[in-house]
């Protein structure tokens, strides 16, 4: 299945390959970002404790 994909791009002409070059990094950049976000989750949940404002915005009471 793979093997049949790289070599329809193999032999597609440049602006396709291009395409796919595009449509590929695209879709590792969000993988990439969405691990990031998911790692860093915990540390912004640990530093901002449940109940309080965050900085710069007033409680709902003030």
């Not at 950049?29 to 969405?34: K, N």
């Amino acid at each position: 299945m793979i093997k049949n994909f790289l070599e329809n791009i193999r032999a597609a002409d440049e602006p396709t390959k291009r395409k796919v070059a595009i449509v590929v990094t695209i879709v590792c950049m969000v993988i990439i970002i969405f691990v990031w976000l998911a790692y860093f989750n915990p540390f912004v949940a640990v530093s901002a404790p449940q109940g309080t404002p965050a900085a710069g915005y007033p409680s709902a009471g003030q």
